[in-house]
């Protein structure tokens, strides 16, 4: 039996996100809903997320479905993203280069930086009183 898909993972900050690709032109879903209805407050959202489908030239014989979770929707946008990436270079090995030049494969590491004691955030100190 045929695999119908090829299938990324993708994270950042806290999301993480598991992309499958398949061959056809049916309407692309996060977490079972419409792209535009799971992320209706990000502007422009088929351009940030079909973004590695548009490079490669496959946003018309190929859709995605995306199921994510932890996080806010910046990182969510982007786990899809990258996880969206890396299933396109595991059905043809030769895009990564094209989606390496775009900046598309590589993960983003920032994560937020823990609090410390006696801080009031991961840096910021009380004021200072000499006297």
């Known amino acids: 039996m045929e695999k119908k898909y090829f299938e990324g993972i993708g994270r950042r900050k806290r999301s993480t996100s598991r992309v499958r690709i398949y061959e056809g032109d049916s309407a692309s879903s996060v977490n079972g809903k419409a792209l535009n209805l799971y ?29 994510v979770n932890g996080g806010g929707s910046t990182g969510q946008v982007e786990a899809i993203r990258l996880g969206l990436a890396r299933a396109i270079y595991t059905m043809n090995a030769e895009l990564k280069s094209v989606l390496r030049k775009e900046k598309l494969v590589s993960r983003d590491p920032r994560e937020v930086e823990r609090k410390k004691y006696n801080h009031l955030k991961s840096r910021k100190k009380p004021q200072f009183s000499k006297r």
Not at 52 to 59: A, H, Y
């Open 39 to 67: 992320f209706s407050g990000v502007k422009d959202i088929e351009k940030i997320l079909c973004r590695p489908l548009i490079v490669v030239g496959l946003e018309k014989k190929y859709y995605f479905t995306a199921t």
